[in-house]
Each structure stands twice: as structure tokens, then as C-alpha cells.
């Protein structure tokens, strides 16, 4: 599975939906996932690749880590697999 | 609704916290605007994301306990002992007789013996040692630190302990408060402590991600989250005519409290649940809004916490909102959890006994959403009649006491 399918797996896995159903241009909102979710997400998502994500809930905006659509979010994951599994 | 009965004032106050280990170093450094928040020092802390907290440091439990006791007493009970020692001391109270029987003692806690149970899983664990000390259970468990207030100021009334997360000695002092106020009894030994700054207790925070790395900056545009603490806070609370018939110096007065809960989310904060508690305590304190000249706010630092409260306080209070001030002392102390209400009501204490509101330090950036006089970084002068101190815990539990100027 590539990382994008993965990810995708982890959202549609958290907002309880197929993976067919999670578009890439979908907000997390979109999808119902709310801060608590976000949080359980970015947990798997740091184990299935064992990255380390860097999110504070309390600056979503301010985080290098775009978690503005489910396609930021692949893109931002490929970066951290990219620059931490060097 | 209740109607109050007998009056209940505060007449003996301990405390051992990253401010200080007394009462009076405590209030020395919120009058100063110290910062008691450093880089945590216990094992393993390299491994954390999150390094820094309000810890206890320069403190020697074998100055201040036997070994048999420190074989029994976690670090969160010694804190409590430390606490009751200098609130007994200064309340002149000795517990025999009848006083003895009906007066016990209330803590607030909601970690228990964290430490305890951090060092014990790393031994069977990490270690792959198969016995533990005989003590563990009776060290680790929540209500140890009240037990052993009772066993050593002989308290055999009603004694208990209140975990309500961050609210955990609102309630516990709430509940005290009730005991004294309907007459059950003329004395009661209260307040709360907290120590789960160890390895897993901080790790287990961070999962959260609502901890910050470098500062506690409540209500601050920049802030960027809560920062843990430790310690304790014990107060004496005592029928007012038991307490002026033997001469004792009271500290303040209990005028009321109030509970709610928000029924709505195991973490997000909500406005209507605040506001809430805020009113009753206003209410059972008998006391209009334009009365209340400061509070101590729950104040954590977080994004959610703070803009939630501020509207609460603006809800309730209206136009005397931007009357009235308000304070996070949380930024100089941390925030202590189940003792966090404990340690704040000695900033209570300091605003109506000597006029000193502490302030909320690490105050850089005006947030519109936090539009209230946080008596931003330096402590200020004022003379207030009544003072609210706010607890709004995880699991939408929350308690605000009121208190007045004796």
C-alpha cells in the first residue's frame, strides 16, 4: 500500500467509513472526524509509519503540519516519511 | 436551594509547591510574579516531547520523613503531610474528644501514587523483576494522602477523597465547606495535592497534545498550552463562632459554592456548564456579580480552556466583567490537576486578606477572544470584598467556591 493509501485507511477507519468513501479534497470536518478524532488519527498514523508528527492541539493553524484537507495531510505525511526515515 | 446555617471561615493554610514550601514563600513568589516552571528532572525524561513542568525541586523526603514512612507514603502524601503540618500549626487546632469525632479530613487527588505505580511497572516491567515491595497498594492509592491526615492530626469524623480531575479540591473543598456549614462538624482538614510528574505520567499527557513546550501562557494570543505542576494546598475550615470564641486569626471567610456538570464531552470545555457554577456560587454566596472583585481563573493555557471561560465570565457578570479581574496563577505554579484548586486558593487568600491580586504571568499578546484584565505579569494592589476561584475539569465536572474578606 503507498503512504497515501495508508493514510486514507487510518481516516475512513477513524470517520467509520470505506476507504472509497474519503475523498482527498474533503476536510476532516467533512468526513465528521472532530479534535478528539484528529488526535486518535495522527496516533495511528505516527505508528504505522513511525514518524513523529508534529501537532498541538492548541495551533492546529500554526503547526507545520497542514491538516487542512486529507490531501494536505498525505502530502505532509510523505514529507515527514521522507525526512525521517533518511 | 440551601440557606446557610453556620458560618464557615479559613482558619489555618499549608502548602509545599514549585513556588516554595510554606505558605508565605508561596505567596512571596505570586506576589513577585516568579516563575516556578523549569525542565523536569526524573528518569527517562530524555525520552519525552514534553520536558518542562512545575516541579517540586530541592527537596529531601528523608529530612522530612522516617523510613518506615517513606516506605508507605508517596511522594503526593508527603506533599499533603508537608501541607497539614504548617495548616494545623497555624490554626492552633488539637483534635480530642467530640471535636475529634466529628471532624475529618476532605483531599482532593486524581492521579493517586503515580510515581508509585510508574516506578513499580518499570521494576516488573523494563526490569523483568517478579516481586514488588509489600506497600505498593496501600502507597498508591488515592485516598492514602487523606488516610494519613487523619492517622496523624487524629481526625475520626468524616474523611474521604474527591477525584474530579482538575476540579478535584474545588470539590473536595466544597464538600468540606457543606460539612461545617450544616453543623456536622466544627472543623474540617481539606484541600488537595497532586504529583504525576514522573516518566508515564507526563507521557501519557502528551498523547493529548495539549501540552506546551516552553510556557504556560493563559489567555495570551500565543499561547500554545498547559503545563503540568505539583504539590499541595491544606486548609483548616472552621465554624466561624468555634473559630471566635478561641481567638483564632481567620484568613477568610467560605461564603458559597456551586457545581455543574456539562453533560456534553469528556475533554472539550463548555460555555453553559461554566457559566453555570459560576452563577450558583454567586447565588448560594448570596452575593450580587458587581461584587466580586477577582478571580482566580482555571486558566490552563490551552486554546479551548481559555476563550470558553472568558465568555463564561462575560456571560455571567456582564458589564462588570471588564470591571473585575482575573488571574491564572497556573503559569507561575503549573497546573497540579487534583490539587491544582487547592494551591489557587491561596491566591484567593493573598487578594482579600492582604489586597495583592497575583497576576498571570507570561502575558505577551492580546487575544479578543480572552478580552478581560488578566492582570497581565505583575502582581497589583486592590481591595476586594469577594473573590471566585474557577475549576473546569476534564469530563465537563466543574466547582466554584466564593470566599470573603474576613
Redesign the interface.
Known sequence: MSIKEQVITIIAEQAVLEPSDVSEDSTLEDLGID??GL?ES??AIEEAFDI?VP?????PE?SDFDISSVASIIKGIEQLVAEQKK | MTRAMNRVVITGAGTINALGASVPATLEAMREGRCGIGELEFQDVDRLAIKIGGQVKGYDAETRFNRQQLALYDRFTQFTLIAAREALAQSGLVFSGDLAATSGVILGNSGGGMTTLDANYRTVYEDGKNRVHPFVVPKLMNNAAASHVSMEFNLKGPSFTVATACASSNHAMAQAFNMVRSGMSKAMVTGGSESMLCFGGVKAWEGLRVMSKDACRPFSANRNGMVQGEGAAIFVFEDYEHAKARGADILAEVAGFAMSSDASDIVMPSKQGAARAISGALRDAGINADQVGYINAHGTGTAANDKTECAAVADVFGAHADQLMISSTKAMHGHLIGGTGAVELLACIMALRDGVIAPTIGYEEADPECALDVVPNEAREAKVDYVLSNAFAFGGLNAVLALKRA
Open positions: 479534535s478528539l488526535v495522527i496516533f513523529s501537532f498541538n492541539a492548541n495551533e500554526q
